[in-house]
């Protein structure tokens, strides 16, 4: 069986890959890029469940295949949870992570570092053609640090200090990120998930 994977977010698609390879699932996974016809979705929903939903149903109802998307962000708590789903475009430019890190530094430049709380959320979907949906979260807490550090990961990892550690998300390998990250805590929820209903 063959499930599409619906993010053209190539950090995510890295992650992905590792996070479900590890659950040795016995399906074939291809990208979006297997279907170019296909356009991307407008994410309207309000939450990340909702977004992560909406990407997965236009992906199974166009391919007539399962999909699984991804929704995440970062939700600063001294932002009231912002940028939140609009964590891809903060800065107006839809995944320019540069800018959009760069612009989130900016706001919160005069904030103390006891005030700098945040964490990222991941919501993760299944979708089959016929409707049947399925979503799960995941969230990792840290701090935000004031300068970037590291250069694996994407986004906003270079400011994100997990809770417990003391290196940012970029600077933790890949393996290290998976075992602890909010994309690899809802991704492994999902792995039972799509066995029971994949068969
Ligand atoms: P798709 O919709 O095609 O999957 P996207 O990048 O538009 O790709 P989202 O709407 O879910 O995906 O936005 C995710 C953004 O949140 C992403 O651009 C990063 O800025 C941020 N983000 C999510 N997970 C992250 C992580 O693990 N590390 C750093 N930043 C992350
Ligand atoms: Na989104």
Known sequence: TRIVLATRNAGKITELRAILAAADLPY????????????????????????????????????GLPAIADDSGLCVDVLGG??????????????????NLALLLAQLSDIAPEHRAAHFFCAAALALPDGTERVVEGRMPGTLRPTPAGTNGFGYDPILQPDGHTRTAAELTPDEKNAISHRGKAFRELVPVIRELLG
């Open 82 to 99: 912002a940028p939140g789903i609009f964590s891809a475009r903060w800065a107006g430019t839809h995944g320019d992570d540069a800018a």
């Open 28 to 63: 074939d996974l291809v990208g979006t890029d297997a279907y170019p016809e296909i356009p991307d979705v407008k994410e309207t929903g309000v939450t990340f469940a909702e977004n992560a939903l909406l990407k997965a149903h236009a992906l199974a109802r166009a391919t």
